[in-house]
Nanobody, 121 residues
């Protein structure tokens, strides 16, 4: 069993900042890429940012320069520092990770339950 638990969401005014955290727990042999996605009401889930085990990163164009993804491999955690937030950033933010539970099992992707971020104008 692998669990991803997000935290750090909340309500913030436009222009403000928030830091999201996601911690993986359970039976984990290895974690590769870790990502943040978001889903706004009535819209499809979209990639926000991803980070590989070695630290290379990838961002959606609209988040570049405002969001920073990082990870702590020892803590099995990924973070998303969000700044200059806009009302259109309002969404449920989900953590996603590629996990190999044991050396014998295949890799698979796991999702967290999501954390709400609301940016007021």
């Amino acid at each position: 069993q692998v669990l991803l638990v997000e935290s750090g969401g909340g309500v913030v005014q436009a222009g403000g900042s928030l830091r999201l955290s996601c911690a993986a727990s359970g039976t984990i042999f290895n974690i590769n890429d870790m990502s943040w996605y978001r889903q706004a009401p009535g819209k499809q889930r979209e990639l926000v940012a991803a980070i590989m085990r070695g630290g290379s990163t990838n961002y959606a164009d609209s988040m570049k320069g405002r969001f920073t993804i990082s990870r702590d491999n020892a803590k099995k955690s990924v973070y998303l520092q969000m700044s200059s937030l806009k009302p259109e950033d309002t969404a449920v933010y989900y953590c996603n990770a590629a996990v190999q539970p044991t050396a014998r099992l295949d890799w698979r992707y796991y999702w967290g339950q999501g954390t709400q971020v609301t940016v007021s104008s």
